[in-house]
Structure formats: structure tokens, C-alpha cells
């Protein structure tokens, strides 16, 4: 039998860096809007109260995945992570599993990628400050792809101040206030999403915001007054609709579909980005499958080079 490489978190993410992820999650925009790449919608599974397991498949380039991860947004204070979980990927041609990697890690450089990415596509040409909202792991990230994609200096804000404080250290940016991070070029959330924290009142011509948090149903950490000023984009409308940022606009009757346009979209060059330079963009990104399919191929191509090390398991 054939032997799996199974790749930890530390793996995966010595196999790609910010910049390269970026990269990969740009082809996964382009292959998916040109439908060579394909997936469902993700599948949600309650686990009440305490959070919820998702399942993701797609299949490009080859390859078929599989992601099986959770969001437990109480893990925190019990010490354990909030995602997790594990990536299956096989040949799509044979069927075969040919590697099993560490969703966690997949997660925070897909969803780290797609803000950056977010940026490079809808913000003003000269936009540069950045102000992260939320500087857990997720937050770190974004923070981290923006940066290899040349954007800062930023602010970090989160409730934890000793969290802002080292994401801020580790990148030489500075702590701030939630409203000092929401004043910047290029703002990024990756709250719980629980409670808005972009106002109406914070916003200013010509910025661009990723909403990243409000990724299932009744979440959102946008006033409804404040998406309604913005020129909307998603990554992908019928995740966007049901549970990402703008679900709760589309349920009150405010967010139509004609109103937002698909990252890919743009990237491909079928439908225009940003109208003007003052305009206010908002990226909803729910996360989605094709992202974690260009992360894993690229993880799975660092392994067979030799890049990075695997255990091996026989099933």
C-alpha cells in the first residue's frame, strides 16, 4: 500500500510564505472564475452552543480536497485553538489520497492571502497604511501577506491588548485603538463577529476594508449604514449571501446581487473593480474551498521537491 505524507502546521507553512500564498490564492480566483476549478458551497454541521464543524470539497488542477474544520470561537479561553481539523488531498484522477495536511495553518495562509489579495485588486493605487482589527491568528496573518505584498506600516487593535501589542512588535507597526485602525488605507477584521466594528462614522473616501470575521450565518462586523455606502465585492456570492458579511444586508432587502461582484471576477478582467479613487471598497470574504486547493497543491509540490519534511503513514 501506498505510504500518505502527513504535513503538521509547521510543514505547511514552512512549505509556503506570504508572498507565495498570495500567489496561489490568485490562481485558485482566476482558475475558479474561469470554471476550470470547481466547488460546492461549504457544508455547516451546529454544534450548539459552542461552535460549528465545516466541510469544504473542490477539484482543480489535478487534485480533488477535502477540508474538515471547525470554528469553536470559545476555544480561546479553555487554551485550545478555535480551528482545526484536517486536508485531505487526492488525485483527482485516480481517486488516491495523497496527502493529509494540517487545516489550521491551510486556513491562516488562505485567509491571510485573500485580504492581501483583496487589496492588491480594490484599493486606490497609493493606499499603504493598514489597520488590523482582530490580531488573533487569522488577524496575524492578514497582517503578515499584507506586508509581503508591501502595504504598511499599520495599526493593531484587538481587546487583548498584549495581543496587539506583540503582532504589532513582531512587524514594527503600533498598537492602537479600534477606531485608529479603522482610520487606515486598507482595513482588515477578523473579529468573532459578533458585534460591528466598522461604523459609518469610521469610514473615509478611498478606503478599502476586508471583512473577514462574519463567516456563517448572523454574524456581521459591519453596520448595515456603513456597507450601504460601500461598493461591494465577495468571493463568492451564494457563500457571501447566506453567511458571510453580507448576508444580513441581503436578508434586510439592502444587498442584491446586481450590487456585488466576485474577486475573480475582476482578477479575470470580466467585470471592473474600484470606479474612482474615492470610492469605499468592501471585500466579504467567506473563505472558500479553491483557496485552501491552491494553498495544499503548493504544500503538497514543496513535499514532493523535498522542501519540507513529512511523516509518512500507511492506511
Known amino acids: 500500500m501506498a505510504q500518505i505524507p502527513v504535513l503538521d502546521g509547521e510543514s505547511v507553512l514552512a512549505a509556503v510564505d506570504p508572498a507565495a500564498a498570495v500567489d496561489r490564492v490568485r490562481l485558485a480566483f482566476e482558475r475558479f472564475a474561469a470554471g476550470e476549478w470547481v466547488m460546492p458551497s461549504k457544508v455547516y454541521l451546529d454544534s450548539p452552543p459552542n461552535g460549528d464543524f465545516r466541510a469544504m470539497p473542490a477539484r482543480g488542477e489535478g487534485f480533488a480536497l477535502l477540508k474538515w474544520v471547525t470554528s469553536f470561537p470559545g476555544n480561546s479561553a479553555r487554551g485550545l485553538p478555535v480551528v482545526t481539523g484536517a486536508l ?14 494540517d487545516c489550521a495553518a491551510v486556513t491562516s495562509l488562505r485567509t491571510g492571502a485573500a485580504a492581501a489579495l483583496s487589496a ?7 493606499a499603504r497604511s493598514v489597520g488590523i482589527i482582530g490580531c488573533g491568528v487569522n488577524g496575524a496573518w492578514s497582517a503578515r501577506c499584507l506586508t ?31 477606531v485608529e485602525a479603522a482610520a487606515q488605507d486598507v482595513v482588515v477584521t ?89 470610492e469605499i471598497t468592501l471585500f466579504d470574504s467567506t473563505g472558500l474551498a479553491i483557496q ?17 519534511d513529512a511523516d509518512l503513514v500507511t492506511l
Not at 491588548?161 to 503600533?174: R, Y
Open 148 to 178: 509581503a505584498c508591501g502595504y504598511g506600516p499599520g495599526v493593531c487593535a484587538d481587546t487583548r491588548a498584549e495581543v496587539a501589542t506583540a503582532l504589532a512588535g513582531e512587524l514594527g507597526w503600533s498598537a492602537g485603538s479600534r
Open 292 to 308: 485552501d486547493l491552491g494553498i495544499a497543491t503548493a504544500v503538497h509540490e514543496a513535499w514532493r521537491e523535498g522542501r519540507v
Open 190 to 278: 477578523v473579529t468573532p463577529g459578533g458585534v460591528p466594528v466598522i461604523l459609518e462614522s469610521d469610514l473615509r473616501s478611498g478606503q478599502h476594508i476586508a471583512a473577514l470575521g462574519a463567516d456563517a450565518k448572523g454574524k456581521g462586523e459591519v453596520e448595515l449604514a456603513a456597507i450601504e455606502r460601500c461598493r461591494l465585492f465577495c468571493d463568492e456570492w451564494a457563500q457571501a449571501s447566506a453567511g458571510g458579511e453580507l448576508s444580513g444586508g441581503t436578508a434586510a432587502g439592502m444587498v442584491q446581487r446586481e450590487r456585488v461582484t466576485q474577486l475573480g471576477d475582476v482578477i479575470s478582467g470580466r467585470t471592473p473593480g474600484r470606479g474612482s479613487d474615492g
Open 88 to 101: 485531505l488531498l487526492s488525485n483527482a484522477e485516480s481517486g488516491e489520497l495523497v496527502a493529509i495536511m
Open 120 to 126: 492588491q485588486v480594490l484599493a486606490t493605487p497609493g
